[in-house]
């Protein structure tokens, strides 16, 4: 077998192997939650009996085993089980969250990479100059802030003193995307601000260490301009570690947005587990817990299989 087919396959068995154990500790740590999901169900004044028979219909009296494997089975099957509040498919119910969460994700994405790698180069072609203590004190300044204490600055003074934005990102079918972009914009603010100060730094990082090569120097000798070494010879080849940086927080931007959406009220897959967290709705929060696993792993999987592809040495071995 090839050696790059060789690798990419060892590293889609890791992310599967991953995403089971992942499934085992959100199973187990659903289980292990205090309180009783009958009980919640039923209120303070159920009789031991209905508890009884709600626990049967729920499949609670079985061993904790039965029930993980049972679960994993419907889920890789695409049946993510129903909601103990409501009734609902969880699949159903999640279909729109999780669309709603990746369009915010995108959205974010789209204005945080590309402003970042261009910060990131700027701030190397300026190093340890004006512009790029100023780059690095304001992305610092601004990952070291809370993302919800961000998003309240940014709903007062945006949203109530200049009215400029909502302040509530509630987004419909029927709307239009210049009337959603509008809806978001104040929560995909506070989701770059939040991921582009490492993605730029990182990126700086990784064309700094290209730069001591000695190919470099070489084109330095050539008569070219520090952008054109930059652009040309040390950007692409630090792809490699920029490409890992952003992959990881673009599997924040789908993950981690929990918080946002809760300050900003925005119907995504995180105002949808903190709802059910509240409710103590177990299943609901096992298959949120398992998109999210999925998904992190999943980019982090791709990050890594771009790595090896962007590697000269493993494309061409020799």
């Given at each position: 077998?090839?050696?790059?087919?060789?690798?990419?396959?060892?590293?889609?068995?890791?992310?599967?192997?991953?995403?089971?154990?992942?499934?085992?500790?959100?199973?187990?740590?659903?289980?292990?939650?205090?309180?009783?999901?009958?009980?919640?169900?039923?209120?303070?004044?159920?009789?031991?009996?209905?508890?009884?028979n709600l626990r049967k219909e729920l499949?609670?009296?079985?061993?904790?085993?039965?029930?993980?494997?049972?679960?994993?089975?419907?889920?890789?099957?695409?049946?993510?089980?129903?909601?103990?509040?409501?009734?609902?498919?969880?699949?159903?119910?999640?279909?729109?969250?999780?669309?709603?969460?990746?369009?915010?994700?995108?959205?974010?994405?789209?204005?945080?990479?590309?402003?970042?790698?261009?910060?990131?180069?700027?701030?190397?072609?300026?190093?340890?100059?004006?512009?790029?203590?100023?780059?690095?004190?304001?992305?610092?300044?601004?990952?070291?802030?809370?993302?919800?204490?961000?998003?309240?600055?940014?709903?007062?003074?945006?949203?109530?003193?200049?009215?400029?934005?909502?302040?509530?990102?509630?987004?419909?079918?029927?709307?239009?995307?210049?009337?959603?972009?509008?809806?978001?914009?104040?929560?995909?603010?506070?989701?770059?601000?939040?991921?582009?100060?490492?993605?730029?730094?990182?990126?700086?990082?990784?064309?700094?260490?290209?730069?001591?090569?000695?190919?470099?120097?070489?084109?330095?000798?050539?008569?070219?301009?520090?952008?054109?070494?930059?652009?040309?010879?040390?950007?692409?080849?630090?792809?490699?570690?920029?490409?890992?940086?952003?992959?990881?927080?673009?599997?924040?931007?789908?993950?981690?947005?929990?918080?946002?959406?809760?300050?900003?009220?925005?119907?995504?897959?995180?105002?949808?587990?903190?709802?059910?967290?509240?409710?103590?709705?177990?299943?609901?929060v096992q298959a949120c817990g398992l998109?999210?696993?999925?998904?992190?792993?999943?980019?982090?999987?791709?990050?890594?299989?771009?790595?090896?592809?962007?590697?000269?040495?493993?494309?061409?071995?020799?």
């Open positions: 077998m090839h050696p790059v087919l060789k690798l990419v396959a060892q590293r889609l068995a890791l992310g599967i192997l991953l995403l089971f154990a992942a499934s085992i500790l959100i199973f187990a740590g659903t289980q292990i939650l205090p309180g009783d999901v009958a009980q919640s169900i039923l209120g303070q004044s159920a009789t031991p009996e209905a508890l009884a499949g609670l009296d079985e061993p904790a085993i039965s029930r993980y494997f049972s679960w994993l089975g419907n889920a890789l099957q695409g049946d993510l089980g129903t909601a103990l509040t409501n009734g609902q498919e969880i699949t159903k119910s999640l279909g729109s969250r999780l669309k709603n969460t990746l369009f915010l994700a995108f959205w974010a994405a789209v204005v945080a990479v590309p402003l970042a790698i261009f910060l990131g180069l700027l701030a190397v072609r300026y190093r340890e100059r004006w512009p790029d203590k100023l780059i690095s004190a304001v992305t610092l300044a601004s990952i070291s802030v809370p993302e919800f204490l961000i998003g309240y600055v940014l709903m007062f003074y945006v949203g109530v003193k200049l009215g400029w934005a909502p302040t509530v990102a509630t987004i419909y079918d029927s709307m239009s995307l210049g009337q959603k972009l509008n809806a978001i914009a104040l929560p995909v603010a506070v989701l770059t601000m939040v991921v582009l100060a490492h993605m730029m730094r990182m990126t700086r990082a990784a064309i700094l260490n290209v730069m001591q090569s000695a190919y470099i120097e070489t084109a330095e000798l050539k008569g070219l301009t520090s952008f054109q070494v930059i652009y040309r010879h040390a950007f692409p080849n630090a792809v490699a570690p920029v490409v890992n940086v952003v992959m990881l927080n673009l599997a924040y931007l789908v993950v981690g947005v929990v918080v946002v959406e809760v300050v900003f009220v925005y119907p995504g897959m995180g105002q949808y587990l903190v709802d059910h967290v509240s409710k103590r709705d177990v299943p609901v998109i999210f696993a999925a998904v992190y792993i999943g980019l982090n999987m791709i990050a890594d299989i771009v790595s090896i592809l962007a590697n000269p040495r493993l494309r061409h071995p020799k």
